[in-house]
């Protein structure tokens, strides 16, 4: 493992209520490196997808800093930040969110092309190749099971080579089989191609797949796990 490649400082966020003010996460800091995998867990409103948000760049924290690729986030703008995603980042999510209007290799190339990347094609091909998808290139959303449309959600996630993959659930639609065999790609994935995971999940065994693991509750950090 290398250079660090997230670093998050004494990250908090704060925001409004009829109460005053409701705090979402609390004086929270970590470092990944290039090749680390994080798991972040805890029950539902202990502050995993706002702590994931804020490690993204997709929202930005009432305190503290995140650096992602050697970029302070809070430094950029609205757009400048989603340059940042776009180069270094890929995102899986428990929903897909496959566009239904393209089938799966349209799916996987089209942030390759939005990028003008030149080999879109053949490198969403292979891609879905990898992920066992080779014979359901031509297929819609609609005609795929879930496990498959994840297979496709994660081929497109690693398309453009992220350095860092966000995965919020990613096994949360699945049953147990397809969910262990998503599970295995993932991880399979970070290891090949050096990408830093961090993945929230509810799933105790696939957080403890991770190098690293974090819980939280209430917005603050009561157990972190280290290799």
């Not at 948000?53 to 970029?71: F, I, K, N, T, W």
């Not at 089209?110 to 031509?138: I, K, M, N």
């Amino acid at each position: 493992m290398s250079a660090s490649i997230l670093d998050a400082r004494n990250l908090s966020k704060v925001v409004p209520s009829a109460e005053g003010e409701l705090i979402i996460l609390h004086d929270l800091s970590l470092n990944l490196g290039n090749g680390d995998s994080l798991a972040i867990v805890g029950s539902s409103g202990s502050g995993k997808s706002t702590l994931l948000g804020l490690l993204a760049g997709l929202d930005l924290p009432s305190a503290g800093e995140v650096h992602l690729a050697g970029r302070a986030l809070s430094t950029l703008d609205e757009d400048q930040r989603a340059r940042v995603r776009a180069e270094h980042v890929g995102f899986v999510f428990q929903s897909f969110q496959l566009l239904d209007n393209l089938n799966a290799l349209e799916n996987v190339m089209l942030p390759l092309e939005l990028e003008g990347h030149r080999e879109a094609r053949a490198r969403a091909r292979q891609l879905l190749d990898r992920v066992g998808l080779g014979q359901r290139l031509s297929h819609y959303p609609r005609q795929l099971s879930g496990g498959e449309q994840q297979r496709v959600a994660i081929a497109r996630a690693f398309a453009a080579e992220p350095d860092v993959l966000f995965a919020d659930e990613p096994t949360g639609n699945l049953d147990s089989h397809t969910g262990e065999r998503i599970s295995d790609l993932l991880f399979q994935l970070n290891q090949e191609r050096g990408t830093t995971l961090v993945l929230v999940t509810h799933d105790e065994r696939l957080a403890h797949r991770c190098r690293r693991l974090i819980r939280l509750e209430g917005g603050r950090l009561v157990e972190q796990v280290e290799p």
